[in-house]
């Protein structure tokens, strides 16, 4: 179902969108998922984003989105994906309702449905943001709003968002993603990012996936299978010695805690990777190490130094990625 919502705006929606081709087919759409995406629509969103960077490198901001609402709804904890929207919205000259500092404060700790809270934010606002703890549940708010919905984050689901602006870091730092060799450490089990990630790398040729994890905490079988399928190159192991001689890329991931059902399981694993600047001596000259961060000990803080460290960098293009979707969705490409 497409939704393009019916408030007076200065100017057509859907004569923008035919003169934008609707925006790669963005135009009033939820993002959910990774699945959304082929290529095209990542070369598509890639270099709408590079453009943001630019202009964000040259002016700061400008009013694109002027008069257009963002509600930003994030029923677990965020710094970078409530800040990065937010950031992105005001810098495209439009304004955010946030909901980010917990939804103990809104009437969600009154007993409201996660359906009622939409359809009202949507009275209010041309785009909606949502993270949430249940697999699942962008999909059953975007089935009630008639704005768009922006996935961030639903549980041990996904993280569509974060998984483009990895992507987007891999292209910019390493200018190419086809045949590359990504290695991924940590919490592959609940990682959402992983997830994302994984399903994205699919899309690419040559690629060589890497899974260092503890037993506990292994790619989800079905995603496994997904890979398998597809005839992705893919090994297994516990030990990130094993794999960062060959990696191009190391993305490192925090051990979940907050979905452990038993604290005892998290003790366990909770300390099982540190990367070090000793170990980075044998990775290649020219790789990444990227994390979506917070980071809990899994990257020592020496490590920063190294140009290699990508990690911050990402950050920052989390937000030209999100300015990108933004203005795609609400048909201003
Ligand atoms: N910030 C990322 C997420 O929301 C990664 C993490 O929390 O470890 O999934």
Do not use: W
Not at 249 to 262: A, G, H, M, N, P
Not at 305 to 314: I, K, L, S
């Amino acid at each position: 179902m497409e939704k393009i919502h019916n408030l007076p705006r200065l100017f057509d929606f859907e004569a923008m969108a035919q003169k934008t081709g609707n925006g790669n087919g963005f135009t009033g759409q939820d993002i959910l998922s990774v699945s959304q995406f082929d290529r095209e629509r990542l070369s598509y969103i890639f270099t709408r984003s590079h453009e943001m960077r630019e202009l964000v490198e040259r002016v700061g901001a400008c009013d694109l989105l002027k008069g257009y609402v963002l509600a930003c709804l994030f029923y677990e904890p965020s710094t970078r994906t409530s800040a990065s929207f937010i950031a992105a919205m005001e810098r495209l000259g439009g304004s955010v309702i946030p909901i980010t500092q917990g939804v103990q404060f809104s009437s969600v700790s009154k007993g409201e449905s996660l359906p009622d809270t939409i359809r009202t934010l949507e009275q209010y606002a041309d785009v909606i943001v949502l993270r949430h703890p249940e697999v699942g549940s962008a999909k059953l708010a975007a089935d009630y709003a008639s704005v768009p919905v922006i996935n961030a984050g639903d549980g041990a689901g996904e993280h569509p968002t974060q998984a483009l602006l990895d992507l987007f870091t891999i292209q910019v730092e390493l200018g190419r993603i086809d045949g590359l060799k990504i290695a991924m450490v940590g919490d592959l089990r609940y990682g959402r990012t992983v997830h994302s990630l994984t399903r994205l790398l699919m899309r690419y040729e040559d690629i060589s996936l890497r899974f260092v994890s503890p037993d506990t905490l292994r790619l989800p079988m079905a995603l496994m299978n997904e890979l398998l399928d597809q005839g992705i190159k893919v090994r297994e192991t516990h030990d990130v010695a094993d794999v960062i001689e060959n990696a191009d890329v190391l993305y490192v991931t925090r051990i979940q805690k907050e979905r452990f059902s038993d604290p005892k399981q998290y003790e366990e694993v909770r300390d099982c990777y540190e990367i070090t600047p000793d170990l980075m001596t044998r990775a290649k000259e020219k790789m990444v190490v990227m994390h979506p961060l917070p980071r809990v000990g899994e990257i020592h803080y020496h490590v920063d130094d190294d140009p290699r460290a990508a990690y911050f960098r990402q950050v920052k293009n989390g937000m030209y990625v999100r300015m990108a979707l933004l203005a795609a969705v609400l048909g201003r490409a």
